[in-house]
């Protein structure tokens, strides 16, 4: 049964043990969108990481009784667990660069005293118009409005600085 | 005096409200549980301000609106929120007003529970 708080301890916990041992790692798709203030809805957390090999994952797994559960045939790699259902493991994301390129351009996002690499909205942007579904589709234009919303927001907030300096 | 005309209920904008909205005046009034007789008697008087109001204002020399204040913040935050909605979406050709609405109040939250909120709603049951 789902816990009645959602994103609660465990899943805090597990990005907290990622952050804490340096795992090279980025939230992407609608939950990175989410994170920087748009309003979608977004059944899972997508995480992009540099090396899924890293020791430093099953440790972090393993410290909120999790597993990783590798590739197998057609069914891509995930982790199970209660503390880790919400995480999807992203191996590609189409439209972009590899992972070292999207990873400089990151925004860093703090997130329950800690800070976690998120994949800006532009690239965010740029990766659905690659994928082009239907869901993808519509989407695209709130993206597009949030982000000029938010670039008018920090705008505003420069121009502030700016006269009270 | 001046400072006893000013703040006067206007019907044409009440009804101009009521059209935006839909609605008429007898189904705005049905609704408030207002009387047409009780509506139309405010809207006859030369101000809706309480008399000792008026004389405060008088002997201060200012306009009512100037000592009237909003206690409600959340009121006032929305309203200058909403102001900014306006003036990010009128600036942006085709820009969705309410996306750029949702997305002030949403950065006006921690990041955490903005994710939280994304994720709550597509767990919610479909209720069709």
């Known amino acids: 049964m789902r816990k009645n708080l959602i994103f609660a301890k465990g899943e805090i916990r597990f990005l907290r043990e990622l952050a804490r041992t340096k795992v090279d790692f980025m939230i992407v798709g609608l939950s990175a969108a989410a994170l920087q203030g748009a309003p979608v809805v977004t059944q899972d957390v997508d995480l992009w990481f540099r090396d899924l090999d890293d020791p430093r994952i099953r440790k972090a797994l393993r410290k909120v009784g999790a597993v990783f559960v590798p590739p197998m045939e057609d069914d891509p790699p995930v982790f199970a667990g209660n503390a880790v259902e919400l995480f999807d493991i992203v191996t590609h994301m189409h439209g972009l660069g590899s992972f070292e390129e999207e ?45 000029r919303t938010v670039k008018a927001r920090s705008a505003k907030k420069r121009s502030f600085t700016a006269g009270a300096a | 005096m001046w400072y006893n005309e000013l703040v006067r209920i206007s019907v044409e904008r009440i009804k101009s409200l009521c059209r935006q909205r839909g609605n008429t005046l007898t189904g705005l009034l049905a609704a408030a549980d207002v009387s047409r007789n009780a509506f139309y008697s405010l809207a006859r008087r030369g101000t809706v301000l309480p008399r000792s109001l008026v004389a405060v204002c008088a002997q201060l020399g200012v306009r009512p609106g100037e000592v009237l204040t909003d206690d409600d913040r959340e009121t006032e935050a929305m309203r200058s929120l909403l102001a900014e909605a306006d003036a990010i979406a009128g600036r942006g050709k085709g820009m969705d007003r309410e996306n750029v609405r949702h997305t002030l109040l949403l950065l006006r939250e921690k990041p955490i529970d903005r994710l939280r909120r994304a994720l709550v709603r597509a767990q919610k049951p479909d209720l069709r």
């Open chain 1, 103 to 147: 990873r400089r351009h990151a925004v860093r996002i703090p997130l329950g005293g800690f800070r976690l690499a998120v994949l800006p909205l532009e690239r965010i942007i740029a990766s659905k118009r690659t994928l082009g579904r239907p869901k993808d589709k519509l989407v695209l234009p709130v993206l597009a409005d949030v982000q």
